[in-house]
Nanobody, 115 residues
Framework: QVQLVESGGGLVQLGGSLRLSCAAS????????MGWYRQAPGKQREMVAT???????DYADSVKGRFTISRDNAKNTVFLQINSLKPEDTARYYC?????????WGLGTQVTVSS
């Protein structure tokens, strides 16, 4: 089973940028469909962006043009570049690895946008 550790969150001003990282352990990372999800207080967890093993990407409409997901299979890491941050981007961001047989989650990293 893949273990995931997110990092890079923090307090950032409106309109600022952050780069989130998710480091994965295990030998199956290259087989994962990796994803970033987020959950704000009182709301359901939602998909932000996903990337397949061959780098096909998908984004939530609310983040298109501002967020970019990427992965480095050699380093077992997936990234989320977040630009033009808005107050509604405040949430805990989680990394996910999904294969045909399992789904793994990290503990998340908090992103807070201040105005």
């Amino acid at each position: 089973q893949v273990q995931l550790v997110e990092s890079g969150g923090g307090l950032v001003q409106l309109g600022g940028s952050l780069r989130l990282s998710c480091a994965a352990s295990g030998s199956t990372f290259s087989m994962c469909r990796m994803g970033w999800y987020r959950q704000a207080p009182g709301k359901q967890r939602e998909m932000v962006a996903t990337i397949t093993s061959d780098h096909n990407t998908d984004y939530a409409d609310s983040v298109k043009g501002r967020f970019t997901i990427s992965r480095d299979n050699a380093k077992n890491t997936v990234f989320l570049q977040i630009n033009s941050l808005k107050p509604e981007d405040t949430a805990r961001y989680y990394c996910n690895c999904r294969t045909t047989w399992a789904s793994s989650w990290g503990l998340g990293t908090q992103v807070t946008v201040s105005s």
